[in-house]
């Protein structure tokens, strides 16, 4: 119920087995086995599962294009133990290939950790991997074990991460929001010597429990916009920050002026909210981005106009 908590964090429909039918990619409660359900297609009868791993941590594991292929690929940590991602092995039926990134007890692994994205960093063409302390820094190989690790003050606990050029300076700034606090910001990062420097701006300080993001283009002008909002109850009717405020939709358009960068706030809906988890996309083939929600108060399809 909505007092309760949630034990299914993630879902992505992908063609697992490649058969032409759509499957679903479940990850559960943090730290717990993660499977994928085999579309039975014509046939009538249940959706099997298929174990993809025994652990998967992280509160926000990503599902993306982490190799270049066009291939979206899971990445999460596994056991509290390494920073991993994850391919088919053999046939479908297959526990998947596990190739751990980083090195045992690195950041990002803990069960119930805040924070984790795939994007280049380091503007080599490569796809990182994101955490609040740092990235991951992708090898020329992807097999190769560990990835270098680059130590970064990525900011508070925050739930899916991102990476792009935000003020057109040629620095790769990061993307985040607060997953029970308050916060949606980006990390400037600076020309300095060193290790790596970021310095946080508020895009918005009115919202709590952001406990999902998503990024993408809403608008047609070519540039990336922030999509997110209340995660309503996360923690029950007592838990977390302003709790009982609206469960708003929300999303912020990227203006730039020369180097200078302006958010401007549109509110989607006010009686709604997002989960751990939400979608993007173009539901009825217009060409114009919609947003589907789960969550406490329902399932919910905006359709832009």
Not at 44 to 59: L, M
Request: glycine residues 12%; contains cysteine.
């Amino acid at each position: 119920g909505a007092t309760g908590y949630s034990d299914s964090f993630l879902n992505f429909a992908n063609d697992v087995d490649e058969d032409g039918w759509t499957d679903q990619i479940v990850i559960g409660m943090p730290g717990e086995r993660c499977f994928w359900a085999r579309n039975p297609g014509r046939k009538s009868g249940p959706w099997t599962e298929h174990t993809i791993w025994r652990s998967a941590c992280n509160e926000s594991p990503a599902f993306a294009d982490l190799l270049g292929t066009g291939r979206l690929t899971l990445v999460f940590p596994f056991d509290e133990k390494q920073m991993a991602w994850y391919e088919r092995a053999g046939i479908p039926e297959n526990e998947f290939a596990c190739h751990p990134v980083g090195r045992e007890g690195e950041p990002g692994i803990q069960r119930f950790y805040h924070g984790l994205g795939v994007g280049d960093v380091n503007g080599d063409g490569r796809a990182d991997v994101i955490t609040r302390h740092g990235w991951y820094q992708q090898p020329s190989d992807p097999r190769q074990s560990p990835w270098p690790f680059v130590k970064a003050d990525l900011g508070p606990d925050c739930a899916q991460m991102y990476a792009y050029d935000v003020n057109g300076d040629g620095l790769v700034d990061i993307l985040s929001s607060s997953a029970h606090n308050i916060g949606v910001w980006w990390y400037e990062r600076q020309r300095s010597p060193g290790e790596p420097r970021f310095v946080q701006h508020t895009i918005d300080n009115t919202i709590s429990q952001t406990h999902s993001l998503c990024f993408t283009d809403m608008n047609g002008d070519g540039l990336p916009d922030l999509v997110t909002g209340k995660r309503w109850w996360a923690h029950g009717p007592t838990g977390d920050v302003n709790p009982d405020h609206p469960a708003v939709v929300v999303w912020y358009e990227l203006r730039r002026k020369g180097r200078q960068v302006e958010w401007v706030r549109h509110e989607i809906d006010n009686d709604s909210g997002v989960g751990t988890q939400f979608v993007v996309s173009d539901v009825n083939g217009d060409r114009r981005p919609d947003i589907v929600t789960s969550n406490k108060k329902g399932v919910f399809y905006f359709q832009q106009r």
